[in-house]
């Protein structure tokens, strides 16, 4: 690090605490990566957990000179979320969310994410406006400061026109918060310079009138190239100048540290069609007849975009017939009740009436078939990604038109494309706007191909602004990409006024500088991410981050795109033959220990990554022949090794009630200190032994299958529990209650379903044990007849995937909801329970069921919103409880008063989760006990 560097970070140290002044080489690489195709490593990267951080780290930043970015979610597409001088990303505490009266406005911190905004007002029947594609990753910090937008709210539903108040950090260090009437003043007061400036500026506009009927020119449509010039015309008042300045600024003029948007409606009443045209010219003709009538969406695609996903199930058969010229639109119209929706679908009808069709028009109100409809259209870009060339990268451009001129235009861009080779490019997107995204692989490993690039982008912006006076970037932000062709666009005038704005908001040049407005018109071909091959798992991946929310390490170290990109950097060096050594301890913490391999990063993932598999196969390779021999003896003699465990854990217990819970804990931890940690820490929700014994079923007539997982047969309650009784014991009687008869598979303490074995990496003792298993239940479920119970499951997910439909398996609560609960009689328990879904029922679409099972068993059930995977992943509660602590670091605040009791259904993940709530978690067939009256075993 150089002597300045070395400057800068002992600044930040000084000010905020080391931890969260982050300086390894493999995080900084980490961390800085964000799903653009460009790459810088910032120096230092500082988490913000407050304004006094960002305070902070400005004054720092000021005093050493060195530029600051800010940082979202690092979901940009055009280079404005990296740095190389100081990233600040934001930490949990900007996750606040207000309502206002009726949920008419809702103020945001800059992180919480914009999906979990929309879930917080969706039960007011209201959303915010800006629907970028990328809403479930992206933060509203991102989503202002791009002004980003998508599918259904055009120009009049974005940050900037849904823009009721902001509260913002300037460079200077200067706190404006225009909700607060002091503040206003004050800032009046003390920043009259810098607001008599953009009064100024907006004077001068107003008093030009063809430079100010040329930005509402280029406003009619989606617009985010260079500075929103809008607000010089649209407002008088200087607060209100500079505050919809910052909106789109790319974090090159202030920190929004809140925002407050007028909410819209989120219509209930819906009805989508799939429409397919011979030609793309008609498609495009159809688009402009129905801007005019009251359409909530309009989405383009090409034949291409068409062929890249109609071999997908739910894609309507007919598209595969359509010749080389088609097109699609997928049109939306929306109502507030039956009456409107039938009265817009009617002027739908009538734009389209006379256009010619390839087939009849069909809008379907069927909540599943849209859904289907939709899926068609949001598959076509990750079908591109998915199917590129290892090492190149996957770019998605990002235009406007003006939309009566959309069809001359996209038929121009899909000649360009062709003209440049490149022939797999699909072109879809929000016609009604005439924001058209080109979808197209690039390699940049080769000068002849960046040249390619370079010149193809040339005609593109010659096309776009040339011919059709349209935005080079309509919703992805300017960032490093079109920054070179800002002047082309705007001409001098324009890049002269947004020179003055940065001026007059960072006059020293501080934040993000090279993004928006840069003097080296070469810079969109500079600092170009590489994508090497590192692992056939993930090579796919094109680091949107759209796994990050997902992940439970999240904030403790990596996210799954961080581990991605970690490892491959580790692939380039060694390919390179530079030494590895330095980053190997950084990932093997924070890319491997830390991984729960939970899998739901695989459902977040638009090319289906599931990182959890690298790091397996990982954990794997990095293993000895020892190690593989001990897993497969471990795996032989699994009745004895389950006994020892029940040993283990009946001496904790005899030890506990001798001694109480604090001798026990202080004596523990003080061994687990002693032994560097490889003692599991013990708490005192650390289960008891379970005491289980088969009893022949009395009744013969309703035989079920039923397989305890090898941690019910182990773990029983804890001490502390009221319940005394083990998941094995209480789901044979609910079994019995509701007239089954529950037959065992033999020698059931040897099986197991080879989950602790998959999760360390010993993949073909796992499988083996899977065999094994599968073949006990074939034989007791009379090869397949009966139905099998688990109770446990990440056990019965395991087994789905390994038997693939060959025996019928059914979840725990797939059984409570479909065979018990029909037969019981049920007392609700008046109470209110939470319910935890681990990631197995996510992933088999089970967390409904298990939901809709407590809710006929409690008054009132609770389901934490921002409580993802427990991070306990069999074992790592204990072998790293770190991880356990952090995933579930929201628990506790987020039960309410008088949520005395949590269920779930897997037995390891319930010690995590009562150990961090601080109320017991049980399995979910305790609950149905205890409703359908025989709460035997209750203390
Ligand atoms: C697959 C894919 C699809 C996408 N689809 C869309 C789409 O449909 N529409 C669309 O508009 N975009 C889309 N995007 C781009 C991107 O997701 C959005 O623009 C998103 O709003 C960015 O939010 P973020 O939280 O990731 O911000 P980041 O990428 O972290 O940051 C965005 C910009 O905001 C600045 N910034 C961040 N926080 C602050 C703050 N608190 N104060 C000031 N400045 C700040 C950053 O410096 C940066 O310049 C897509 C991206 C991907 C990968
Ligand atoms: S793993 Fe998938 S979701 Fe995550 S960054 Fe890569 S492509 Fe995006
Ligand atoms: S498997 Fe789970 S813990 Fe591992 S990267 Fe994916 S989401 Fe994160």
Same mark, same amino acid.
């Given at each position: 690090?150089?002597?300045?560097?070395?400057?800068?970070?002992?600044?930040?140290?000084?000010?905020?605490?080391?931890?969260?002044?982050?300086?390894?080489?493999?995080?900084?690489?980490?961390?800085?990566?964000?799903?653009s195709?460009?790459?810088?490593?910032?120096?230092?990267?500082?988490v913000?957990?407050?304004?006094?951080?960002v305070?902070a780290?400005?004054?720092?930043?000021?005093?050493?000179r060195?530029?600051?970015?800010? *940082?979202?979610?690092?979901?940009?597409?055009?280079?404005?979320?990296?740095?190389?001088s100081?990233? !600040?990303?934001?930490?949990?505490?900007?996750?606040?969310?207000?309502?206002?009266?009726?949920?008419?406005?809702?103020? !945001?911190?800059p992180?919480?994410?914009?999906?979990? #905004?929309?879930?917080?007002?969706a039960p007011? $029947?209201?959303?915010?406006?800006?629907?970028?594609?990328?809403?479930?990753?992206? %933060?509203?910090?991102?989503i202002?400061?791009n002004n980003?937008?998508?599918?259904?709210?055009?120009?009049?539903?974005?940050?900037y026109?849904?823009?009721a108040?902001?509260?913002?950090?300037?460079?200077?260090g200067?706190?404006?918060?225009?909700?607060? #009437?002091?503040?206003?003043?004050?800032?009046?007061?003390s920043?009259?310079?810098?607001?008599?400036?953009? +009064?100024?500026?907006?004077?001068?506009?107003?008093?030009?009138? =063809?430079?100010a009927?040329?930005?509402?020119?280029?406003?009619?449509?989606?617009?985010?190239t260079?500075?929103?010039l809008n607000?010089?015309?649209?407002?008088?008042d200087?607060?209100?100048?500079?505050?919809?300045?910052?909106?789109?600024?790319e974090?090159?003029?202030?920190?929004?540290?809140?925002v407050?948007?007028?909410t819209?409606?989120?219509?209930a009443?819906?009805?989508?069609a799939?429409v397919?045209?011979?030609?793309?010219?008609?498609?495009?003709?159809?688009?402009?007849?129905?801007?005019?009538?009251?359409?909530?969406?309009?989405?383009?695609?090409?034949?291409?975009?068409?062929?890249?996903? /109609?071999?997908?199930?739910?894609?309507?058969?007919?598209?595969?017939?359509?010749?080389d010229?088609?097109?699609?639109?997928?049109?939306?119209?929306?109502g507030?009740?039956?009456a409107?929706?039938?009265?817009?679908?009617? +002027?739908?009808?009538?734009?389209? &009436?006379?256009?010619a069709?390839?087939?009849?028009?069909?809008f379907?109100? &069927?909540p599943?078939?849209?859904?289907a409809?939709? %899926?068609?259209?949001?598959?076509?870009?990750?079908?591109?990604?998915?199917r590129?060339a290892?090492?190149?990268?996957?770019?998605?451009?990002?235009?406007?038109?003006p939309?009566?001129?959309?069809?001359?235009?996209?038929?121009?861009?899909? %000649?360009?494309?062709?003209?440049?080779?490149?022939?797999?490019a699909?072109?879809f $997107?929000?016609?009604?706007?005439?924001?058209?995204?080109f979808?197209?692989?690039?390699?940049?490993?080769?000068?002849?191909?960046?040249?390619?690039?370079?010149?193809?982008?040339?005609?593109?912006?010659?096309?776009?602004v040339?011919?059709y006076?349209?935005?080079?970037?309509?919703?992805?932000?300017t $960032?490093?990409?079109?920054?070179?062709?800002?002047?082309?666009?705007?001409g001098?005038?324009?890049?002269?006024l947004?020179?003055?704005?940065? *001026?007059?908001?960072?006059?020293?040049?501080?934040l993000?500088?090279?993004v928006?407005?840069?003097d080296?018109?070469?810079?969109h071909?500079?600092?170009?991410?590489?994508? @090497?091959a590192a692992?056939?798992?993930? &090579?796919?991946?094109?680091?949107?981050?759209?796994?990050?929310p997902?992940?439970?390490?999240?904030?403790?170290?990596f996210?799954?795109?961080? *581990?991605i990109?970690?490892w491959?950097?580790?692939?380039?060096?060694?390919? +390179?033959?530079?030494?590895?050594?330095?980053?190997?301890?950084?990932? +093997?913490?924070?890319?491997?220990?830390?991984?729960?391999?939970?899998?739901?990063?695989?459902?977040?993932?638009?090319?289906g990554?599931?990182?959890? %598999?690298?790091?397996?196969?990982q954990?794997g390779?990095?293993? $000895?022949?020892?190690?593989?021999?001990?897993?497969?003896?471990?795996?032989?003699?699994y009745?004895?090794v389950?006994?020892?465990v *029940?040993?283990?854990?009946?001496?904790a217990?005899?030890?506990?009630?001798?001694?109480?819970?604090?001798?026990?804990?202080?004596?523990?931890?003080?061994?687990?200190?002693?032994?560097?940690?490889?003692? =599991?820490?013990?708490? =005192?929700?650390?289960?008891r032994?379970?005491?289980?014994?088969v009893?022949?079923a009395?009744?013969?007539?309703?035989p079920?299958?039923?397989?305890?997982?090898?941690?019910?047969?182990?773990m029983? @309650?804890?001490?502390?529990?009221?319940?005394?009784?083990?998941? =094995?014991?209480?789901?044979?009687?609910?079994?019995?209650?509701?007239?089954?008869?529950p037959?065992?598979?033999?020698?059931?303490?040897a099986?197991c379903?080879? /989950?602790?074995?998959?999760?360390?990496?010993?993949?073909?003792?796992?499988?083996?044990?899977?065999?094994?298993?599968?073949a006990?239940?074939?034989?007791?479920?009379?090869?397949?007849?009966?139905?099998?119970?688990?109770?446990?499951?990440?056990?019965?997910?395991?087994?789905?995937r390994?038997?693939?439909g060959r025996?019928?398996v059914?979840?725990?609560?797939?059984?409570? /909801?479909?065979?018990?609960?029909?037969?019981l009689? !049920?007392?609700p328990?008046a109470?209110?329970?939470?319910?935890?879904?681990?990631?197995?029922?996510?992933?088999?679409?089970?967390?409904?069921?298990?939901?809709?099972?407590?809710?006929?068993?409690?008054?009132?059930?609770?389901?934490?919103e921002?409580?993802?995977?427990?991070?306990?992943?069999?074992?790592?509660?204990?072998?790293?409880?770190? !991880?356990n602590?952090?995933?579930?670091?929201?628990?506790r605040?987020?039960?309410?008063?008088?949520?005395?009791s949590?269920?779930?259904?897997?037995?390891?993940?319930?010690?995590?989760?009562?150990?961090?709530?601080?109320?017991?978690?049980?399995?979910?067939?305790?609950?149905?006990?205890?409703?359908?009256?025989g709460?035997?075993?209750r203390?």
């Amino acid at each position: 690090m150089s002597s300045s560097a070395d400057a800068l970070v002992s600044a930040l140290r000084a000010v905020l605490p080391a931890q969260r002044v982050i300086t390894d080489p493999l995080r900084r690489l980490a961390y800085g990566t964000d799903a653009s195709f460009y790459r810088l490593v910032p120096q230092v990267v500082v988490v913000a957990e407050s304004e006094a951080d960002v305070l902070a780290t400005l004054a720092v930043c000021r005093e050493q000179r060195a530029p600051l970015t800010f *940082r979202a979610a690092g979901t940009s597409l055009s280079g404005q979320a990296i740095s190389d001088s100081v990233l !600040l990303v934001l930490g949990d505490g900007w996750r606040g969310a207000t309502l206002g009266p009726g949920a008419v406005t809702v103020r !945001l911190q800059p992180g919480v994410i914009g999906g979990h #905004a929309n879930r917080l007002l969706a039960p007011h $029947g209201r959303k915010i406006g800006p629907d970028p594609a990328s809403i479930d990753a992206a %933060k509203v910090g991102g989503i202002a400061a791009n002004n980003a937008s998508g599918m259904c709210c055009g120009t009049r539903e974005n940050s900037y026109h849904t823009l009721a108040g902001m509260r913002l950090v300037l460079a200077d260090g200067a706190l404006l918060d225009t909700e607060d #009437a002091a503040s206003i003043e004050a800032f009046r007061q003390s920043h009259a310079e810098l607001l008599l400036g953009l +009064a100024m500026l907006a004077r001068r506009v107003r008093e030009d009138a =063809p430079l100010a009927e040329r930005i509402r020119h280029k406003y009619r449509m989606k617009n985010t190239t260079g500075y929103g010039l809008n607000a010089l015309v649209d407002f008088a008042d200087p607060i209100e100048i500079l505050t919809h300045l910052m909106i789109g600024s790319e974090g090159t003029l202030g920190f929004i540290a809140a925002v407050t948007y007028r909410t819209v409606p989120d219509h209930a009443h819906k009805a989508t069609a799939l429409v397919l045209f011979e030609a793309l010219r008609t498609a495009c003709e159809a688009v402009t007849r129905l801007k005019t009538t009251p359409v909530a969406a309009v989405e383009l695609m090409d034949r291409a975009a068409l062929a890249s996903v /109609q071999e997908q199930p739910g894609v309507p058969p007919e598209v595969r017939a359509l010749g080389d010229d088609a097109a699609a639109l997928l049109v939306e119209v929306r109502g507030e009740d039956e009456a409107q929706l039938a009265h817009r679908l009617h +002027a739908a009808r009538a734009a389209l &009436d006379g256009s010619a069709t390839a087939t009849p028009i069909a809008f379907t109100d &069927d909540p599943e078939r849209c859904a289907a409809l939709w %899926k068609v259209r949001k598959g076509t870009f990750p079908s591109v990604g998915s199917r590129r060339a290892t090492g190149t990268t996957v770019i998605i451009e990002d235009v406007a038109f003006p939309v009566e001129r959309l069809a001359d235009a996209t038929l121009d861009l899909q %000649k360009l494309l062709h003209a440049h080779g490149y022939t797999e490019a699909i072109i879809f $997107g929000h016609a009604l706007e005439g924001n058209l995204h080109f979808v197209f692989t690039q390699d940049f490993g080769h000068e002849a191909e960046v040249a390619r690039y370079a010149r193809f982008m040339d005609e593109v912006a010659q096309l776009v602004v040339g011919r059709y006076d349209g935005a080079l970037k309509a919703e992805h932000g300017t $960032g490093r990409n079109m920054a070179p062709f800002v002047a082309l666009e705007w001409g001098a005038e324009g890049v002269a006024l947004m020179r003055e704005i940065k *001026r007059l908001f960072d006059p020293e040049g501080l934040l993000n500088p090279g993004v928006i407005l840069n003097d080296d018109g070469q810079t969109h071909l500079k600092n170009l991410k590489p994508l @090497p091959a590192a692992h056939e798992l993930v &090579d796919k991946c094109i680091e949107c981050g759209f796994c990050e929310p997902t992940c439970p390490s999240a904030g403790l170290t990596f996210t799954p795109r961080q *581990r991605i990109t970690s490892w491959r950097e580790l692939a380039r060096r060694e390919r +390179a033959g530079e030494d590895t050594a330095p980053l190997r301890p950084t990932y +093997a913490y924070d890319a491997l220990d830390t991984c729960a391999g939970c899998g739901l990063c695989a459902t977040a993932c638009p090319v289906g990554i599931e990182t959890g %598999k690298l790091v397996k196969a990982q954990r794997g390779e990095s293993f $000895g022949a020892l190690a593989h021999r001990i897993g497969r003896a471990v795996a032989s003699n699994y009745g004895a090794v389950s006994a020892g465990v *029940r040993a283990g854990l009946a001496g904790a217990d005899l030890l506990h009630a001798a001694i109480g819970t604090r001798a026990m804990g202080a004596m523990t931890g003080g061994l687990r200190e002693l032994s560097g940690n490889r003692i =599991p820490p013990w708490t =005192p929700h650390t289960p008891r032994a379970a005491r289980f014994a088969v009893t022949p079923a009395t009744n013969r007539s309703d035989p079920v299958v039923y397989f305890p997982s090898c941690a019910t047969r182990s773990m029983g @309650p804890a001490r502390g529990d009221p319940i005394a009784d083990s998941v =094995p014991t209480v789901t044979d009687r609910v079994l019995r209650r509701a007239g089954y008869a529950p037959i065992y598979p033999a020698n059931m303490g040897a099986l197991c379903c080879g /989950q602790p074995f998959e999760s360390k990496g010993l993949a073909a003792t796992a499988g083996e044990k899977a065999a094994e298993l599968e073949a006990a239940l074939r034989v007791a479920s009379d090869g397949g007849r009966l139905p099998i119970v688990f109770d446990t499951s990440p056990c019965a997910y395991r087994m789905k995937r390994h038997l693939e439909g060959r025996l019928h398996v059914l979840d725990i609560s797939e059984a409570l /909801q479909k065979l018990v609960l029909p037969r019981l009689q !049920l007392r609700p328990l008046a109470e209110t329970v939470a319910v935890h879904p681990v990631c197995s029922v996510r992933k088999q679409g089970l967390d409904g069921v298990l939901h809709a099972v407590a809710a006929a068993c409690a008054t009132e059930v609770i389901e934490p919103e921002r409580v993802g995977c427990c991070g306990w992943a069999g074992d790592k509660g204990w072998t790293t409880p770190e !991880l356990n602590a952090h995933a579930l670091r929201e628990l506790r605040a987020s039960l309410p008063a008088g949520c005395e009791s949590g269920y779930s259904s897997s037995r390891t993940c319930e010690i995590g989760l009562a150990q961090h709530s601080g109320i017991p978690y049980r399995s979910i067939v305790h609950l149905v006990d205890a409703a359908s009256g025989g709460a035997a075993g209750r203390g």
